[in-house]
């Protein structure tokens, strides 16, 4: 088992590297923006020991994948299985819990610590037998595939817009517009096999537009629930809300360019502070978006002509 | 020996395996066939203990789980991890020793580079390395000889023959009827999630028989190929 965790060490170090990231400067750098985030949110957002348990439990959903359990399960013991989950989860939710901590918010951190214990008993080995409706099943397969394996994270995003309403705290509505497309941008970090993008019969332009129409449109109506019952509540700051949904189908579009611009890899670290980047300063997309445009558009050439 | 008695599994509504009650003898090569998804994996998780179950599988032993080696299909690989690495991991995962790993790369495998790049063929075969090194006592193969080189595969050929010599119970699965009659001392037909024909060797034919009548042949016409 510490040989386990001992591999675990070396391959977030080899990842760090692979990304020629010096680790130190990282673990400070995440550390810090980890800090000031929290601070943000307690600071601007009346509810936020409840938003920021939610997060903490959501940033395990990673650790508890079939594939991930079936191998520890067959590679280790029963308890060890078990001590290795609980560990695990316990690192991940140790910096929120921390937090809460430290904002003397002692029931959440129960409540986020007991969760975590819970959650790392729950295997979910099974084989879903039915699939989740989407309305997207047009047009493979971002949102199809994102939507399926995101649902509970993208009701949170729902659940905060309702929040919102029932607290009258319109900030936590505008947050759950931005939970629902971050979780839509990340549908985009997968990158699908070549022969995925082989099989259509377009030049890479019209392959690239057809995926940002996609985007724009899925990203349309993945967040009109959101939009729509915050704009009934809240008519009077709809301008506010039809702008954030806005926003978040602009990165929409951009995370598709982005992501075909590296293509076959997966979108790096590098990349992603390049995009976050510009999610703080927002002109620099009129520089951002053609760049990656011309890029994705040349490094699909050999797969689409 | 294991026994299963009465083994059911089902998804909600879907039962997936049904009353199944099968025997496996050490020194025994058992195969498992049937069509893609009736079920064959879902029982071999089950033996494996990865998924619950109703009924029981019975083994006198010790903890059936601790002596198990089962080699998936696909067998999960970490990113950013060896062939080497993953070795020692399943080794200390069963503390057993781990001197000399590199005599025992039997398929000749590039162990210092990243497991997860390896080929289908070598991921199984890593995989099968590993719990041939684990010293198992029964050994659960889904597919082995899937997406494997000639070479590799008359070696899996050889271990397994090996295996039976050494008294440890061997289940596999395989599409390729062929080799199974080739090497298997029993057969059971899994179809719809219950055992429709068990046989001993040199009754296989009846088996292959009704797996060829479940054909598609009839079904061509309605692709409209042009």
Redesign the interface.
Known sequence: ?Y??FQ?QF??LY??LK?EKLNPVYTIIAVAVFFLGLSQALFEYVSQAPLIYSVLALSSLSGLGTT??N??L??????P?FRIIRIIENGILVLPFAGFLLYNLEYVYVLGVVVASVVMSMSDR??????AIPTPFYKKPFEFIVGFRKSILALLLGLGLAILSIVVDNFNIGIFGILVTYFICLNFYSYSEPEFFVWIHAEKPASFIWGKIKTGLVHGFYIGLPLTALLAFFYFDKVYFILMFQFLGMIYIAVSTIAKYAYYPSEINTTQMVMLIISMLFPPLLIVLIPYLFSKSKHNLSHLLT | MIRIKSLSKSYGDNKVLKEISLNFKPGEINGIVGENGAGKTTLFKCLAGLETYEGKIEYAAANLKDVTGFLFTNPHMLSRVTGMEYLRLMCNARHVGIDNIEEKNVFDLPLNRYADAYSTGMKKKLALTAILIQGNEIFILDEPFNGVDIHSNALILEVIQKLKELKKVVILSSHIFSTLDQICDTLHYLKDGKIEVSALKGEFEQIEKKMRKSGIGSKVEQLNLS
Not at chain 1, 125 to 130: A, F, K, Q
């Open positions: 088992m040989y386990y591999i070396k391959r080899r990842l692979e594939d991930r079936e191998f399960k067959n590679t280790f013991t029963n060890e080995t099974y084989s879903v037998v039915w």
